[in-house]
């Protein structure tokens, strides 16, 4: 079997920046939602079995607390932001598994997801269905790849090096060199990608780079400047590399048994209501009975 994991949250941004806006009867924007949903409904018609959803049920995580810029919930728009619940409501009454995220972020419940399914001998292949860079730190040979379902691309481990210059293991201390304006942090001064690249892929990690440029027997251009920044800022870049780590630990399902969809819940007529799509319903239940 194959385990398909989806980032949720990316998925309702994309739509909700995609499709216009569509207004129910109560008064409530359901555009995004409802593009999640037939994305989904596109993903099982492609055969799709073992399906689980991350979701950032908030905006913010621990991170949080451990840097003061990191993402948050400001400046998102509301009409946005008040689809978060209403989209886990519906993905569940699709009959989808939903991690819906407080303390950890849906990148977390994605990464502890993949170390599960891939655990499982029976799994052939893991796909983690989001462009998001921060995840090719949980690629694995060709058994846990990337999916970008927008543009049909599988990433494996080769290909996170052929992109990043560095191995999965190393993408956390890539992002915490260069910095990662989508997640708050500006990374450590001098360090581009190719300089970042070039380095890790000879040292591996941040603390393992020697703080004398005159030691670094790699061809980098200001290596005395660099490495004496990087000495002076090694506790933020050591705090930057945490905050792009993704965390195994986030709680999600515990066997893969527990993904496989086996069709609606009994409220997805309901919910499909007041999504104003009666059509999803139809193709819904008509996939299902077709599975049987």
Not at 112 to 121: L, Q, T
């Amino acid at each position: 079997m194959k385990v398909h994991l989806v980032d949720g949250t990316y998925e309702l941004f994309r739509h909700y920046f995609a499709l216009p806006s569509h207004i129910n009867g109560s008064g409530e924007e359901v555009a995004a939602t409802r593009g999640v949903l037939r994305s989904m409904l596109a993903l099982l018609g492609e055969g799709a079995t073992h399906v689980a959803v991350a979701t950032d049920h908030v905006v913010e995580s621990f991170r949080n607390e451990l840097w003061d810029d990191y993402k948050d919930s400001s400046g998102i728009a509301e009409d946005l932001l008040s689809q978060f619940g209403l989209l886990e409501d519906a993905l569940r009454a699709m009959g989808l598994v939903v991690w819906p995220m407080t303390e950890y972020e849906a990148d977390d419940a994605l990464a502890a997801g993949a170390a599960m399914a891939a655990a499982d001998e029976r799994v052939e292949q893991v796909l983690i269905c989001t462009p998001d860079k921060d995840l090719a730190q949980c690629v694995v040979g060709e058994r846990v790849v990337q999916f970008d379902r927008r543009k049909r691309r599988f990433t494996d481990e080769a290909g996170v090096v052929e992109k990043f210059g560095v191995p999965p293991a190393s993408i956390p201390d890539y992002l915490a060199l260069l910095g990662d304006d989508a997640d708050g942090f500006p990374g450590i001064r001098g360090f581009g990608a190719k300089t970042g690249a070039t380095v890790l892929a000879r040292y591996g990690h941040i603390e393992e780079i020697p703080l004398n440029g005159g030691d670094w027997d790699v061809p980098v251009r200001g290596a005395e400047r660099l490495a004496a920044t990087l000495a002076e800022q090694m506790e933020r870049a050591l705090l930057f590399r945490r905050l792009a780590t993704l965390d195994g630990n986030a709680p999600v399902s515990a066997r893969v048994e527990d993904l496989e969809w086996s069709g609606p819940a009994a409220g997805f007529g309901e919910v499909c209501g007041r999504l104003d799509a009666e059509d999803l319903r139809v193709r819904v239940e008509g996939l299902a009975r077709s599975r049987r």
